[in-house]
């Protein structure tokens, strides 16, 4: 079970959907990734696209976000999400959103919206990693939804191939730990 590791929701244990269907970030991964980014956390703007439990959304507020945007396509997921949030009594806070349906359709709708965010963060199922995270960069750039000095990061699996210079960002690094990797990009 996943658990939200600091700030003000720290040591919730949410929610995840049983099955195979939905592969929550671990707690390792999530303290690595948050440890990298913990500078940019504060009052930042959050989308996690492919949430699953929300875990990461639900982090990033609870460490001082601004706000985060979770979005999920399956049903399942979505219940999850909205179980978690009532889990941790934010049911209803406007700086936790979640949309149903897929990232592309999250991301047009962002976009008609005018929404920009400071960090992006993909976790497809990792057979897709890399075709989700270049339609979804794609789309990032043509409806402008990711800030100046903003990161997209993409979780993937490191036995799958994951080409960084077909994606229309700027490769900033990856990291490995283990079977998952964490890829960095930002702004050209």
Same mark, same amino acid.
């Given at each position: 079970?996943?658990?939200?590791?600091?700030?003000?929701?720290?040591?919730?244990? %949410?929610?995840?959907? &049983? +099955?195979?269907?939905?592969?929550?970030?671990?707690?390792?991964?999530? =303290?690595?990734?948050?440890?990298? !980014?913990?500078?940019?956390?504060?009052?930042?703007?959050?989308?996690?696209?492919?949430?699953?439990?929300?875990?990461?959304?639900?982090?990033?507020?609870?460490?001082?976000?601004?706000?985060?945007?979770?979005?999920?396509?399956?049903?399942?997921?979505?219940?999850?999400?909205?179980?978690?949030?009532?889990?941790?009594?934010?049911?209803?806070?406007?700086? %936790?959103?979640?949309? &149903? +349906?897929?990232?592309?359709?999250?991301?047009?709708?962002?976009?008609? =919206?005018?929404?920009?965010?400071? !960090?992006?963060?993909?976790?497809?199922?990792?057979?897709?990693?890399?075709?989700?995270?270049?339609?979804?960069?794609?789309?990032?750039?043509?409806?402008?939804?990711?800030?100046?000095?903003?990161?997209?990061?993409?979780?993937?699996?490191?036995?799958?191939?994951?080409?960084?210079?077909?994606?229309?960002?700027?490769?900033?690094?990856?990291?490995?730990?283990?079977?998952?990797?964490?890829?960095?990009?930002?702004?050209?």
């Amino acid at each position: 079970m996943p658990r939200v590791i600091t700030g003000k929701y720290r040591g919730a244990v %949410l929610f995840a959907p &049983k +099955g195979d269907n939905t592969r929550p970030t671990t707690d390792k991964v999530k =303290e690595a990734l948050f440890s990298m !980014i913990q500078m940019r956390v504060p009052d930042s703007r959050v989308l996690d696209l492919y949430s699953g439990t929300g875990q990461i959304g639900i982090e990033a507020v609870s460490r001082g976000a601004e706000s985060a945007v979770m979005v999920d396509k399956a049903g399942s997921a979505i219940s999850i999400i909205n179980r978690n949030l009532e889990k941790i009594r934010a049911q209803g806070d406007p700086a %936790l959103r979640v949309i &149903k +349906g897929s990232a592309a359709s999250a991301l047009e709708k962002l976009g008609a =919206e005018g929404k920009q965010f400071d !960090i992006i963060f993909l976790d497809p199922p990792y057979k897709i990693a890399h075709s989700a995270a270049v339609e979804a960069a794609n789309l990032v750039n043509q409806y402008n939804l990711l800030a100046d000095d903003g990161v997209f990061i993409v979780e993937h699996s490191s036995e799958e191939p994951f080409v960084t210079n077909v994606i229309e960002l700027k490769f900033n690094r990856s990291c490995s730990y283990g079977l998952t990797m964490l890829t960095f990009f930002g702004k050209e």
